[in-house]
Structures are given as structure tokens and as C-alpha cells.
């Protein structure tokens, strides 16, 4: 008896302490999800002293795989499949938050005048000691439907030895990179896409472009926009507060940062909307958290934000 609780013990050790997400998750109200996303996040917080920093130097070899990238844009869920781990931005800290648009916003979807209730997720590409390279992801979620999600960079090549994470804007269009490693990894990524679907309409037209879509095309109630009335931005900018920024030469990493001197309230980011390619900025929004930033296995391998497929149009 004794010993068959020590193995239950162990084995439900060795299953991992997140609670399942309930099989009508998706039904759920945006911020029904949202909380139980935030439960997991806190459930197994890393030591900010001895923060995980492990290579995936083995997975990286999968990047040059199209098919093992596919997933990224196919599988719909707010978790990871099972056994598979981010290649990139492996580690980031999370914290719930408020995607705001004002009244003067003219965008459709979850873009329309309002709150959204969202996980905001800082992280870095790779962990490296010479170059810091930020992203910022952000899981808007939305009643009875999947989410959308962003994925901002500020450049594939990096800031360098500029740690401060709110040294620069995070945008889900980047240049291209100059890097000769991440060009081949770049150029497979393009082969991915061509896996997504044949029509050339539902996938992203290159991996330096996370089309926006989708999140305008769906309210944060879960109701469609009408087709011909879609609104969509082809870039959004999630500009820095300033006076969040931290010593660019600092020695800590950037999840202590954001854990101790980032508190729940902060407006992190004015959100910035791009009509079309050619089209001035809009200022229209900006991304508060509304709780303090977790660094946690959860968050690192569990939690998911899949990509939008269908490319940007103007109607
Ligand atoms: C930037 O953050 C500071 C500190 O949290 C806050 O006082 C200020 O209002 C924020 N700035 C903007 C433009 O929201
Ligand atoms: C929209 O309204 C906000 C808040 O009132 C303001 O700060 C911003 O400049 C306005 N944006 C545009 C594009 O007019």
C-alpha cells in the first residue's frame, strides 16, 4: 500500500502539476480561459536565481525541417502538443494583461473600440550572452473561439548588448535578417508555409510577416466580422514605455527584470496600427498587465500561441 502511493506520487510528479484544460475550454468565456491559462502559468514558478538557460541546440536542427514547423501553423489550441518545445523563444515570462483600443481605432475585429483580455509573453529567440534578441507575444482570447495571437520582433538580428527589453518597438513585420544561419532557417520556414495550403490567400506570404487577419476578422465576443467589411491593420507596433526601461549593460536576465521591476498596472506598450504598407501609424491602443510577470515551466512548454494563416488583405 505504502509503496504504491510512493509510485502515484512519483508518476504524478513525473505527469507534470498543470491542471488539464477542461474539454469545453474553447467554449469558454475570454476570461474564463484566461484565468485557467493563469493558474497553470503559476503553478511552477522557476527560481529567478537559477533560471533555466539550457540549449535547444538539438532542436535546432528540426528548424531546418519544414514539415516539423508545420504544426506551428496548424495545430489550434492555447497548449503545446504533447512532447513537442518552442525551438524559439524557448523562455519568456508571462503575465495576464488588457489589450485596450480607444474610440478613434477604425480597425475591425479584435481591434474595435474596447478591452481585450490577454497573456502577455516577453521572451528572447535564442538565449544568448552577445546578442539580445526580444519578442513579444500576446494571446488575445476570445469567447467560444480559438485565440489570436501576435508574434513581435524588433529584429531577428538582435540588439546586441543591449539588454534593456523596452529599448526598442515590437512589430509583427521585421526586416531581413543578415545572418547567414538564420537566412537558411528563414528559407525553410518559406518552405513550411508552402505545406499550409495550396491556396496562396490562407498562408502568411513570408516568415518576416505575421499577417493580421484573422484578428480582425473576429470579435472578442467570438462574433464574425462580415465578409467585405473586414478592417484589417498590416502592421501593428507595440512601442515601449520608456520609463520601463532597465540598464541596458545589466547582468540579470531579462525574466528577474520583468518579475521585479515590471508591477501588475504597468502600461507596458502604446499600440500602433498600420492601415496598409504605404500608411502613417495610428496610435489606437495600448497593452497594460494586469498582474506581476511569472517565469514558469508552464509558460515555457506548455503554454501555446499558434500563428494566423490567411495573408493581409484590404478588404
Ligand atoms: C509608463 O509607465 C510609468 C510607470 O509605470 C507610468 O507612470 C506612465 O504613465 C506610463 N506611460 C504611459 C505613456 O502610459
Ligand atoms: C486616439 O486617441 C488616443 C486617446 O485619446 C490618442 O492618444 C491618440 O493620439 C489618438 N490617435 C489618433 C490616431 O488620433
Redesign the pocket.
Known amino acids: 500500500m505504502a509503496s504504491y502511493t510512493v509510485l502515484c506520487l512519483v508518476s504524478c510528479l513525473v505527469a507534470g502539476a498543470f491542471a488539464d484544460l477542461p474539454a469545453n475550454y474553447q467554449n469558454l468565456l475570454a476570461v474564463e480561459k484566461q484565468n485557467l491559462l493563469w493558474q497553470n502559468v503559476q503553478s511552477d514558478p522557476h527560481d529567478l536565481n537559477n533560471l533555466p538557460s539550457e540549449g535547444v541546440g538539438s532542436l535546432l536542427l528540426n528548424a531546418i525541417k519544414p514539415p516539423y514547423l508545420l504544426p506551428a501553423f496548424s495545430h489550434i489550441s492555447d497548449e503545446m502538443i504533447e512532447g513537442r518545445r518552442k525551438i524559439f523563444h524557448t523562455y519568456g515570462s508571462v503575465a495576464k494583461g488588457r489589450l485596450e483600443f480607444f474610440s478613434n481605432s477604425t480597425f475591425t475585429g479584435i481591434f474595435e473600440s474596447g478591452t481585450r483580455d490577454v497573456l502577455i509573453r516577453p521572451s528572447v529567440a535564442l538565449l544568448k550572452d552577445d546578442n539580445f534578441i526580444p519578442g513579444l507575444g500576446v494571446k488575445v482570447l476570445i469567447d467560444g473561439s480559438p485565440s489570436v495571437n501576435f508574434h513581435t520582433l524588433f529584429s531577428l538580428d538582435g540588439q546586441g548588448d543591449n539588454r534593456d527589453f523596452f529599448e526598442n518597438a515590437m512589430s509583427n513585420v521585421i526586416p531581413d535578417t543578415e545572418n547567414p544561419v538564420l537566412i537558411a532557417v528563414t528559407k525553410v520556414f518559406q518552405s513550411a508555409l508552402y505545406l499550409l495550403s495550396a491556396n496562396w490567400m490562407n498562408r502568411p506570404e513570408n516568415p518576416n510577416n505575421m499577417p493580421l487577419y484573422e484578428h480582425a476578422s473576429i470579435r472578442a465576443d467570438g462574433s464574425p466580422v462580415e465578409k467585405g467589411k473586414v478592417v484589417a491593420p498590416w502592421k501593428i507596433d507595440f512601442v515601449p514605455?520608456?520609463?520601463?526601461s532597465w540598464d541596458p549593460a545589466t547582468n540579470k536576465d531579462f525574466r528577474w527584470h520583468f518579475t521585479h521591476d515590471v508591477?501588475s498596472?504597468?502600461?507596458l506598450y502604446?499600440v500602433v496600427l498600420f492601415r496598409t504598407q504605404d500608411s502613417v501609424g495610428q496610435h489606437v491602443g495600448?497593452l497594460i498587465s494586469t498582474s506581476p510577470f511569472v517565469a514558469s515551466l508552464y509558460g515555457d512548454e506548455r503554454l501555446y500561441l499558434q500563428h494566423a494563416n490567411n495573408r493581409w488583405c484590404s478588404t
Do not use: A, C
Open positions: 514605455n520608456k520609463s520601463l508591477p498596472g504597468s502600461v502604446d495600448r
